[in-house]
């Protein structure tokens, strides 16, 4: 199974394990567009996105750890993704690397599990703005679209915030032979949070990396005791303070076998 992408050339090297996609995006991180206004002072700094295999290999079952967390971890602080065998939902934030199961419940993830996708960047703020008044989901995407205007390149989101509904979910294990990603979520199970602090750990990627992995918004969370969490589905928040870092790399490391 080989994807058909553009730049098709860069992922037909037999046996490579390692892809670099050296991105020819400049930052040109312009502080307009947040309500608050403050641009932070890293704003020049370069920001690398690594991510472990394609959205488009997970959605067809290829749930085989293929890298470690400890591996992981050298790349980034900051990140979502699964763990081996799609167990949970995997969420990175200030360096630690929790997995949350289907009991909705947040574990410290070993060092020497492994994980068949995620991606991570090593995470600070470029841009910071404020909503203060409650959004529906909807309307809190609207607006981080309005704080940073989309471009060709990813964008890593964190948000700190007061959220009166959280919905999330998490995925069991699944047992080979593996069930693609759609036929695995009809086995999700959902959680409704209410009135909880809690932070957003997501990104959104552009409609030109379509496959690589999803265009648009990915939400994971995790509650401010850091118990709970999981893939978000639905929030309505407010008091939220939003952080985000576009990014102007990305490498892509690909399994070393073919699915
Ligand atoms: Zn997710």
Redesign the pocket.
Known sequence: LVPRYGAGKLFSVQGAIELRIIALWLALLAASGFSSGEAAAQESGKALLHQIATMWALKRGAYDGVTTFKDLRKHGDFG???VDGLDG?MVALDGHFYQVKTDGKAYRIDDAATTPFAMVVRFKVAKRGALDRPHDMKAFMAELDRMVPIEDRPVAFRVEGDFSALKVRSVPKQTKPYPDLATALKNQTVFELEHVKATLVGFRFPESMEGVNTAGY???CLTEDRTKGG??LDFDAKNAQVDALPCSDFFLRLPSSPQ
Do not use: A, D, L, Q
């Open positions: 979502i993704g699964t939902e990915h939400f994971h893939h978000v």
